[in-house]
Structure formats: C-alpha cells, structure tokens
C-alpha cells in the first residue's frame, strides 16, 4: 500500500516535444506529491511538486497533473531539450507519518538534439 | 546559503570494516532524513531524525545499521562490519521546520570489496 509505481522505465523524445512521465499510488493519506530530477553522480533535486487540492500545477516548462480519484499523478516537460536529460523519480509522503518520502522507480529520459 | 553537505563524497571499505556517513543540513533546517539508492534502483527511505531524537527508523536494517544527530554537528549513517551488498549510493535530505520539502545532498557512494 505503500508503493508508487513509476512509468515508463525509459522515455526517448526529440528536442522540442513533449515528455510525459505517469506515476500512480495506493495509499489514499499521501498528501504531497513531488518530482526530483537526477543527474549521474548527482543528488535529486526538487523539480515541482503537488498537494491534492488542487488539480495542476506549473513552473516554466514543467507541469504536474493531478488525478485524486484515479489515485494518479504525472510529469509534463513541455519542449523538452536535452539539458532534460536525466531521471526523473516521483515521490509522495504524508506529513502525518514525519513526511518521509516514498519513490517511484525512476524514469531515465533522453531527449535527442 | 549553502545546500545540503555530505562527507566524504566517495567511501571504500573492505568487508568487514566500519562505514561513517556524515550529513550537514542546509542552514535552518532541523529534521534530517537518509535514504539508500542501489545501483539501477530507486531510493528507499531508511531513516528520519530530528536535532538528539531518532523519529522513524522504519527503514532502517535491524542489524549493522544505526543513526544519531547530535545537538552538536552532522548527522551520521553508521555501518557496522560491511557486506558487499551495502554497497550503494546514500543520501541524506534535509528539510526545514513544519514543511515537507525535502532537499537532498549530493550522497555518499559506498563501495564494499
């Protein structure tokens, strides 16, 4: 119940397009939903990330999509270039619990010149 | 404002020997939390620590493992007598007081041979 599951394992897009990365969860107390973006060799880094108030979110070319009752959340990186280029993990966490994160598998994203 | 700060970057150790990870979070920030990433595989919360209190150790390996956060300096991921499946990359996320934003620092790879 605790799990959230990540897709797609990998994704390949041509600079410019679009890059969608789904994740979907169990646990209906999660109450924060974040995406971090990792380099090779780097640590995540908080890219965005959501509360189930509310249904999207946007900052700059990343947009995060929120479904409550299909118990769903997604990554939208809008003309995506290939400084993108990285993994991509979903989290959630419920602040009651001392808000530790659950991660998703991981999505490594490769956008092409 | 300095980010979150691990030493040392990279940590060789035999089988067998003790391993110390050390965590400085960003300036303000009063909880600390560790996660374990294994090669190709997602990060796994391990454990969630406040200023003298370990909160959540859920995570945590019952054996071998343990971890402190004095009033004073870092936090630090022990690692009793290391078995080759220890190695992996660790990293500790700070976050501030009441909030659930979580930043992560560059970890700690650990190589047992």
């Known amino acids: 119940q605790q799990q959230v599951k990540q897709s797609p394992q990998s994704l390949i897009v041509q600079k410019g397009g679009i890059s969608i990365i789904n994740c979907a969860y169990e646990?209906?107390?999660?109450?924060?939903f974040p995406w971090y973006q990792q380099f090779p060799g780097k640590g995540p880094a908080l890219l965005i990330a959501?509360?189930?108030?509310?249904s999207e979110k946007k900052e700059g070319r990343f947009t995060i999509s929120f479904n409550k009752s299909a118990k769903q959340f997604s990554l939208h990186i809008m003309d995506s270039q290939p400084g993108d280029s990285a993994t991509y993990f979903c989290?959630?966490?419920?602040?009651?619990?001392?808000?530790?994160?659950?991660f998703g598998e991981g999505t490594q994203l490769t956008v092409n010149p | 404002n300095a980010g979150v700060m691990q030493n040392p970057r990279h940590l060789v150790r035999r089988r067998g020997q003790e391993a110390r990870l050390r965590c400085s979070p960003m300036?303000?920030?009063?909880?600390v939390y560790w996660y374990r990433q294994l090669p190709e595989e997602g990060l796994k919360f391990m454990v969630y620590?406040?200023?003298?209190?370990?909160?959540?150790e859920s995570g945590m390996p019952k054996e071998r493992f343990s971890a402190e956060f004095p009033k004073e300096g870092p936090s630090i991921l022990r690692i009793q007598q290391v078995v080759r499946g220890d190695s992996a990359a660790y990293f500790c996320?700070?976050?501030?007081?009441?909030?659930?934003?979580?930043?992560f620092g560059p970890g700690t790879r650990l190589t047992v041979t």
């Open positions: 996320a700070s976050s501030p007081y009441t909030r659930d934003e979580q930043y």
């Open positions: 646990n209906t107390a999660f109450d924060y």
């Open positions: 959501i509360r189930p108030d509310v």
């Open positions: 989290a959630a966490s419920v602040k009651t619990s001392g808000s530790r994160l659950t």
């Open positions: 300036k303000g920030h009063s909880h």
């Open positions: 620590l406040q200023k003298e209190n370990i909160i959540d």
